[in-house]
């Protein structure tokens, strides 16, 4: 009886510490947060290109999105001026690495945010998010997550700026971020059952209010990420008006289930070579923890994201015409060679050549960001021994996106404290 009562008085002192930590720190980051606001900011032209020196043009025969090198037919010269678009839970986070990498191999100047690891999502983007932010600077990369807005973005970019995206199945998107964000939504937390996704599924207007903390999270997340209304219903004209907005935006706009094609159209388009497009799948999910969606389930995802599943199909039919001009065998040939030179650095630089759950990554340095209340987000422990000439490659290949950011010089502190608190809720 002793015992028991114990266990009761400390699982209630825990609650107390937990609520007031947690309530304090929501309360310092709510005032802390805010970007700061710059009034009547001058409006100087960005120059047209940002590259601070001549890249060096290489053969890239049959090319069709590329910057050729003026008259040397057959040569084109990699663009290094790039706005990535991030959406949520699409897998950029691998992308992101392949930026953070390409930009360091050309000592580029990167458009970071200041103590985040986004520009303060999910407001819309202001220019004076950027760190260190001065008008009429020169950036050549923008890659952090954020909420679209193409007028601002376009006076922190040259003109030459080459604007690129990711998008995933909705259905899948949907069950991915009521994974890693629910816990965020006050709204889920009246719904009953282990099986949470389901049961919103089933009913989600009965849980979903449009006003609620964080609702974004959970309908049409992709068009929210644009900068358009995830409210709107299918049949609203603003549903088109805004797809063509994105359309007249982005030349590249790549897809999740084709991921290796999608990279081969990325250097098609920015005439990059092959090596730098070498990636390991970073922050993915354990497959113990994604709830296998049933087709009525997915066919009542896809009518809850309808709008973001118009987006997708609009975007998967011109991403297939841009394949089939690139040519489906030259495309099959470019996948399998990206494989191979993936598998052969897999071989080099993971011990046992897989991710690993969070529990077994060995450096504290490796472990990605997990979600409140689990460790479902795998990670990779470095190989032993791996030889000098790819140490290097290696472990930045592995590095996760917060640490990344860290060692690019970006001051993180907001993002560190909340993953303090984070942790205290998963103690």
């Not at 999270?217 to 709107?232: E, I, M, R, V």
């Not at 052969?344 to 504290?364: F, L, P, R, S, Y």
Request: charged share 25%.
């Amino acid at each position: 009886m002793v015992v028991k009562q114990g266990r009761q008085w400390r699982s209630m002192c825990k609650g107390l510490v937990l609520g007031t930590l947690l309530t304090s720190c929501m309360i310092l980051l709510y005032c802390l947060s805010a970007p700061q606001l710059h009034f009547n900011l001058p409006e100087v032209p960005v120059p047209y290109s940002c590259a601070h020196r001549p890249a060096q043009a290489h053969a890239s025969p049959f090319r069709n999105g590329s910057q050729y090198a003026t008259g040397q037919t057959g040569l084109c010269t990699p663009k290094v001026d790039v706005m990535f678009m991030k959406t949520h839970k699409t897998a950029s986070s691998t992308l992101l690495n392949i930026l953070f990498r390409f930009g360091e191999k050309h000592r580029l100047k990167f458009a970071f945010p200041d103590s985040r690891n986004d520009f303060f999502y999910p407001s819309s983007f202001q220019r004076s998010q950027v760190k260190d932010y001065r008008p009429g600077m020169c950036f050549n990369i923008i890659c952090n997550h954020m909420r679209f807005n193409a007028p601002e973005v376009a006076k922190v970019l040259p003109t030459d700026t080459s604007y690129i995206t990711v998008l995933r199945d909705p259905a899948e998107l949907f069950e991915s971020s009521f994974h890693y964000f629910g816990r965020l939504v006050p709204m889920t937390w009246k719904i009953p059952g282990k099986d949470k996704v389901g049961e919103f599924l089933r009913d989600p207007r009965h849980y979903f209010d449009p006003d609620g903390f964080n609702s974004f999270y959970l309908k049409n997340l992709l068009f929210f990420d644009f900068g358009q209304d995830n409210t709107l219903e299918l049949g609203d004209p603003r549903v088109e008006e805004g797809i063509r907005a994105i359309a007249g935006c982005f030349q590249l706009v790549m897809l999740v289930e084709h991921f290796e094609e999608s990279l081969i159209l990325l250097m098609d388009a920015l005439c990059w070579e092959m090596d730098d497009l070498l990636f390991f799948k970073l922050n993915a999910r354990k497959g113990s923890t994604v709830s296998k969606l049933t087709p009525e389930l997915r066919a009542k995802a896809l009518e809850w994201n309808a709008v973001d599943w118009r987006l997708y199909q609009h975007f998967n039919a011109t991403f297939w015409r841009k394949v089939e001009v690139y040519g489906h065998q030259r495309m099959a040939d470019d996948v399998a060679e990206l494989r191979r030179r993936n598998a052969e650095m897999a071989a080099v630089c993971i011990e046992g050549g897989h991710a690993v759950d969070a529990d077994n990554i060995q450096e504290t340095v490796m472990q990605p960001w997990q979600p409140i209340g689990e460790k479902s987000i795998m990670g990779y422990n470095l190989k032993k021994n791996v030889d000098k000439a790819h140490l290097k490659l290696c472990r930045k290949m592995l590095t996760p996106e917060l640490q990344y950011l860290t060692e690019l010089g970006v001051n993180l502190w907001i993002t560190k404290l909340w993953g303090h608190v984070r942790d205290m809720i998963n103690w």
